[in-house]
């Protein structure tokens, strides 16, 4: 419920970028899927929606871009489907 509530309180100014760690972590699968649902939505408008998440299938289904911390630094960013940026 912490977590719902958390997000309507986001969603309700309408913010331009939105910032959530691991949106559905906790969450039933209806949940789940609407919180994702809610994410598309926000990025169907041209919103930016950065999180945080150890579901890659997610990451896949909902991001442009993609970037993987490894020892609290960026280590790489991309897409899935192209060709992987190696960050030094």
């Known amino acids: 419920m912490k977590k719902k509530l958390g ?3 986001a969603l309700i100014h309408d913010p331009d970028i939105l910032i959530l760690d691991e949106p559905t ?3 039933d699968p209806y949940a789940s899927r609407v919180m994702l ?3 598309r939505e926000r ?6 929606v950065f ?3 150890h579901l890659l299938d997610q990451a896949e289904k ?4 993609v970037g993987i911390l490894f020892k609290g630094k ?3 960013c991309g897409t ?9």
């Open 51 to 53: 999180f945080s998440t």
């Open 25 to 27: 972590s906790g969450l």
């Open 37 to 39: 649902e809610l994410i």
């Open 43 to 48: 990025k169907a408008t041209g919103k930016t």
């Open 7 to 9: 997000m309507i309180c």
């Open 80 to 88: 899935f489907h192209s060709r992987r940026k190696q960050i030094s």
């Open 74 to 76: 960026l280590s790489a």
């Open 62 to 65: 909902l991001c442009d871009k």
